[in-house]
DNA sequence: CTCTCCCTT
C-alpha cells in the first residue's frame, strides 16, 4: 500500500472523521498525493477535473462544469503551474495583475490546492478594501469551488461574518477587519497564508498590515504572504518587503515579482489640443463629440464632486433641445447611456457597456494636516496610476478610447513628469490617524517612529499633542469620553444613538430621500447595537429622559464632555476655534437660525473655505465646569474667545465648591474605561420628623453666593415624603412667592398623582425670579422636582419631611448637578481627562512615547 | 450658502 502523504498532515481528530483516506485509490480522492506546499499544477487540474468536490468530497452540482470552462479561459489560469512553483519556493511574493486578469478569485483558490490550510486547521485570508468585494468575490468562489458560501469559503466584514469555525479555510474579508483581528492575535495565527490584495491602493488598513505581517513573518516561518497590486509600482512592495534582519546578521531574501497577464481590451488615450480653462465644460463637449462621432457604445465621465455632476448635467440636458446629431453611419439611430460619475467609478462600480471613457484629470482628495489638525478637501490632479485605471475602465467589455485631459504634447517630458504624480498619495501620508495610533498601541508598537511603514507618516501625526501636553488618547476620543459620561446626564440612549449616527456622517445620501435612508439608517442600526454591547460589557446604564427639554439639555451636556476641544465661539460674522483662533464659518448644512454664540463641532474641514460642520449650541459654563484643566485661564491663549470666557468664569466662580462623587476607573484589562461607581453631587437636606418649624434647625445649607445665573436642581425622593423647597435670602426665609411673582410649576401629573398619593405634598416657595417644577413620576414613587434659580445671593435650602413618621431619618437628598468626572489612572486621579501639566505623573510607559519624543507645539 | 471615498472597536 502506498503511505498516503496526505494523511500525514491531518490532525488526529480529523483522520477518523469523514471519508477514508486510506484508500490510495486517486479515483476516491481527488487530493491524493497532495504534499501541501509542494503541490503541482498538473495535480490541481487533475483534482478540478475530478467527478468528486475536493473539498466536500460530494458529486459536482450541474453547473460546476460550465463555470469551470470559464475559468479555463482566464489569463491568470495558464499560469497556474509557474505560480504554484513559485509559492512552493518563496514565503513572500509580489504579483502585479490587472483588474479583469481573474486574479483575486483564482489566485487564493490555487494557494488553497497547494497549501490545504484545512488540514492544519488554518485558513487562507484575502484581505479587500471594500465590503461589497470582500462579499461578492466570496460568493462568486464559493460557487467556483461548488461549496455553499459561509461553509468552506466566507467571508468577514464589519457586522457580518459568514464563516462557519473549523469548517471555512478559505476566508475574504475587509483588510480593517484583519487588521482588528491582529488586535487580539499578534501572530495572526489562525492564518497559513494571507493574501493583501489590491495593495495599490495603499489604504491605512493594507499598509499597515504590510508592515504588521512583514515582521510576523520573521517569527513564523511557516506563514505565507502575498501582496497583489493593480499596478506596476510593485518594486517598492518587493523591496520593501525583502527582509533585512540585520541584527541576526540575516541575508535580505529577496521577494519575487509574479506577473499576470491582463485581459483587458487595449484602449486608446487621445489627448487634448490644447489646456482647456473650463474643464467641465470642455468634457461635456468631448462627450457630445462622442456622440457624434463614433461607433454605439456608452460614456463615462470623471468629475470631481456631486456639485459639479449637476452642473454638467442640465447643461447637456438643455441640448437635448437641439437638432439631433447627425448620425454618424446610415440607419445608425444615436442613443446611448452617459454615466457621469465621481471617482466612485474609478475602483468601487464597475458599469457594464463603457466603452469611452472621458477624464479631466481630476479628483477631490481629502488632506490632514496635523499641524493645525484639519482635514482640507482638495481638488487636485490625479496621479498616473489613477489615469490608467480610469482609462481602463473603457476596455472591459471589448477595445475602447480614453479622452484625457493630459497633453504630452504641452509639456516638455519633463514637465510632464513633474506634473503628475507618479502613485496616488497613500492614505496613510494623507489621514488623521489618531485612531491607527492607538490600535498599533494596543498591538505593543510602542515607539511608532520606528515602526517599519512603506511610507512613514509624518511624526506628528503619531503622536497627539495639545499646547505640548500629550493628552491620552486611548482614553480621550471624544466619542467615548461622551458615552461614558452619558448616563450621568440620563441620556446615554441618546448619546449611543449619535455617536452611532455619526461615525455614518459620510454617507451624505442619508437625508436625500424623503430626507432618509434606509441603508444609512440601517447603517447607523448597526453601529447602536455594538456600541450597546460595549457599553453593557463595561455597565455603563443605557437610559433616557421623558422630558423633551431636559433631555435635550442633557445630550447637550453630555456633547460638550466629550467634544470640549472642538468649540468655537461667534465673532460677528465669522466664528472663531477656541484657543487656536483660527476664522471658521458654519458649514451651511448646519441650518442654525440664529447662529448660537458658542457651538461644539464635530468637523473642521477646508473646501471653499474654512468650515466646521455638524454643530450644537453649547453653553461656555458648560466648559469651563466639564473641562476645567483644558479651559483654565490661567494658562489660556489670549485671543478673542478667552473674554467671554473670563466673563462666564466670574460669574459661575461660586459653583465650584459643589461636592460630586464621579468616579471612572481605568480597567485592569486593557485600559478601557468604565464607571465603577457613579454618584451625583450631595446636597445635604434636612431630614427628620414631621412637623413645622423644622426648616430652622439642623439643615445644612449648600451656598450659591454672588452671581449665580442659572442653577439647576433635581430633587428626588421617596413618595410618601414631604417635600419642602425654600429660598433664602440674606439669612431670611422669603415669603410670599407670589408676591415676587414667582409661580411654582406644577404639571398636570402632579395634580393627579399628588392626589393619589394624599400624602405626598409639594409645597415651593421661592424669591422672584424663581422657577419650579414638580413631576410625580411612577405612580407616585418618586417626586422631581426641578428649580431654576435666576438672581444673586441666594440661598437654597432643600428640606425634606419623612410623612411615614416612624422616626426614621432619611440620609440625604440627592441632588443630580453636572459636575466633573475623574479618572483614576494608576491609582491618582486626572480630572476632566485631560492630564495636562502633570502628565509626567501620570504618563503610561505602555503608550510608547514620551513627552520629549517630539515637540510639535509651534 | 454646501457635501471625493473607503474601513473598524
Known amino acids: 500500500m502506498v503511505d498516503n502523504p496526505y494523511l500525514a498532515h491531518l490532525p488526529p481528530s480529523r483522520r477518523g472523521a469523514g471519508p477514508s483516506y486510506s484508500s490510495s485509490s486517486s479515483e476516491k480522492e481527488p487530493l491524493f498525493g497532495f504534499l501541501p506546499r509542494k503541490v503541482k499544477g498538473e495535480q490541481v487540474r487533475k483534482a478540478m477535473e475530478h467527478h468528486l468536490n475536493p473539498f466536500t468530497k460530494l458529486p459536482h452540482s450541474a453547473q460546476y462544469r460550465n463555470i469551470l470552462e470559464a475559468r479555463y479561459t482566464l489569463p491568470v489560469y495558464s499560469q497556474m503551474d509557474e505560480f504554484l512553483e513559485i509559492f512552493s519556493t518563496n514565503q513572500t511574493i509580489v504579483m502585479v495583475g490587472e483588474t479583469g486578469s481573474g486574479k483575486t478569485t483564482q489566485i487564493p483558490q490555487f494557494v488553497t490546492y497547494s497549501d490545504l490550510p484545512h488540514t492544519k486547521g488554518k485558513l487562507v485570508a484575502c484581505t479587500q478594501p471594500r465590503r461589497v468585494a470582500a462579499m461578492s468575490v466570496a460568493q462568486r468562489v464559493a460557487d467556483e469551488m ?53 495593495a495599490h491602493e495603499r489604504t491605512v488598513a493594507t499598509d499597515i498590515l504590510m508592515g504588521l505581517l512583514k515582521n510576523i513573518a520573521r517569527q513564523r516561518k511557516d506563514l505565507k504572504i502575498i501582496v497583489i497590486s493593480a499596478t506596476l509600482d510593485v518594486v517598492k512592495f518587493q523591496s520593501y518587503l525583502s527582509l533585512h534582519d540585520s541584527a541576526a546578521g540575516g541575508e535580505p531574501s529577496p521577494v519575487p515579482l509574479f506577473k499576470v497577464p491582463d485581459r483587458t481590451h487595449p484602449v486608446e488615450i487621445f489627448y487634448t489640443q490644447e489646456p482647456e480653462p473650463d474643464y467641465v465644460e470642455a468634457a461635456i463637449r468631448t462627450v457630445l463629440m462622442i456622440h457624434c462621432a463614433e461607433d454605439p457604445g456608452d460614456i463615462l465621465l470623471f468629475l470631481t464632486s456631486e456639485e459639479e455632476i449637476e452642473d454638467a448635467y442640465p447643461s447637456s440636458q ?7 446629431p447627425k448620425p454618424s453611419q446610415e440607419g445608425y439611430s444615436p442613443g446611448r447611456k452617459v454615466v457621469v460619475s465621481t471617482n466612485i467609478a474609478e475602483t468601487s462600480l464597475t458599469i457594464d457597456g463603457i466603452v469611452y471613457v ?35 475602465r473603457a476596455g472591459r467589455t471589448r477595445p475602447g478610447k480614453c479622452f484625457s485631459r493630459h497633453d504630452r504634447r504641452l509639456y516638455t517630458e519633463k514637465d510632464f513628469i513633474s506634473e503628475l504624480e507618479e502613485q496616488t498619495h497613500p492614505q496613510i501620508l494623507l489621514s488623521n490617524l489618531a485612531n491607527a495610533v492607538l490600535e498599533l498601541a494596543k498591538l505593543g508598537i510602542k515607539v511608532l517612529v520606528r515602526f517599519d511603514f512603506l511610507d512613514a507618516p509624518a511624526p506628528e501625526t503619531l503622536c497627539v499633542h495639545w499646547n505640548s501636553s500629550i493628552i491620552l488618547l486611548h482614553l480621550m476620543t471624544k466619542l467615548a469620553k461622551m458615552l461614558i459620561v452619558s448616563p450621568y446626564f440620563k441620556v446615554s440612549s441618546e448619546i449611543l444613538t449619535i455617536t452611532a449616527m455619526l461615525s455614518n456622517k459620510h454617507d451624505r445620501n442619508w437625508a436625500s430621500n424623503n430626507f432618509l435612508s ?116 490661567a494658562s489660556f491663549p489670549e485671543g478673542e474667545t478667552k473674554r467671554p470666557l473670563q466673563r462666564v468664569a466670574c460669574e459661575r466662580l461660586s459653583l465650584l465648591n459643589f ?112 422657577e419650579a ?13 426641578e428649580l431654576m434659580v435666576r438672581e444673586e445671593e441666594v440661598e437654597l435650602e432643600v428640606v425634606i419631611e419623612d410623612l411615614d413618621d416612624e422616626g426614621k431619618d432619611k440620609d440625604k437628598v440627592e441632588l443630580d448637578r453636572p459636575g466633573v468626572f475623574g479618572v483614576t489612572l494608576s491609582g491618582r486621579t486626572i480630572y476632566d481627562w485631560e492630564v495636562g501639566g502633570e502628565f509626567a505623573d501620570y504618563y503610561d510607559p505602555s503608550l510608547g512615547f514620551t513627552p520629549s519624543d517630539y515637540d510639535v507645539s509651534d
Open 773 to 785: 417644577m414638580a413631576e410625580v413620576m411612577e405612580e407616585a414613587e418618586v417626586v422631581e422636582v
Open 318 to 324: 438643455q441640448r437635448i433641445f437641439d437638432a439631433a
Open 518 to 633: 434606509a441603508r444609512a439608517l440601517a447603517q447607523a442600526e448597526n453601529v447602536r447595537a455594538q456600541l450597546l454591547r460595549t457599553m453593557e460589557k463595561y455597565d455603563i446604564d443605557v437610559i433616557s429622559l421623558e422630558n423633551e427639554k431636559k433631555r435635550n439639555l442633557g445630550i447637550r451636556q453630555a456633547l460638550a464632555c466629550g467634544f470640549f476641544m472642538h468649540v468655537a465661539h461667534k465673532e460677528g460674522e465669522n466664528y472663531l476655534t477656541v484657543k487656536d483662533n483660527q476664522v471658521v464659518a458654519l458649514h451651511p448644512s448646519c441650518g442654525l437660525d440664529p447662529q448660537p454664540e458658542w457651538v461644539l463641532y464635530n468637523e473642521f474641514i477646508l473646501t471653499k473655505r474654512p468650515y466646521i460642520r455638524t454643530v450644537t449650541e453649547v453653553k461656555p459654563e458648560w466648559l469651563l465646569e466639564y473641562a476645567p484643566i483644558y479651559f483654565d485661564l
Open 659 to 770: 461636592n460630586f462623587k464621579g468616579c471612572i476607573q481605568n480597567r485592569q484589562d486593557g485600559g478601557s474605561a468604565a464607571i465603577t461607581e457613579l454618584q451625583p453631587p450631595v446636597v445635604e437636606a434636612q431630614t427628620g420628623g414631621t412637623g413645622e418649624g423644622q426648616e430652622e434647625e439642623g439643615g445644612e445649607k449648600e451656598g450659591l453666593e454672588e452671581q449665580v445665573e442659572a442653577v439647576e436642581a433635581e430633587v428626588v425622593i421617596e413618595g410618601g415624603s414631604k417635600l419642602t423647597v425654600e429660598v433664602v435670602e440674606g439669612g431670611e426665609k422669603v415669603v410670599g412667592a407670589e408676591e415676587k411673582g414667582v409661580q411654582m410649576v406644577e404639571s398636570e401629573e402632579v395634580k393627579g398623582e399628588a392626589a393619589a398619593a394624599e400624602e405626598v405634598e409639594v409645597e415651593v416657595e421661592a424669591m422672584e425670579e424663581v
Open 358 to 392: 472621458v477624464d479631466p484629470g481630476f479628483s477631490k482628495q481629502m488632506v490632514y494636516n496635523p499641524r493645525i489638525r484639519v482635514e482640507s478637501l482638495l481638488v487636485s490632479p490625479i496621479s498616473k496610476t489613477s489615469a490608467q485605471q480610469r482609462a481602463g
Open 146 to 198: 461548488d461549496v455553499q458560501l459561509g461553509k468552506q469559503v466566507g467571508y468577514s466584514i464589519r457586522f457580518e461574518d459568514m464563516t462557519e469555525a473549523d469548517t471555512t479555510f478559505l476566508k475574504y474579508m475587509t483588510d480593517g477587519m484583519l487588521l482588528r483581528e491582529a488586535m487580539n492575535d499578534k501572530e495572526l495565527s489562525r492564518y497559513s497564508t494571507i493574501i493583501l490584495d489590491e
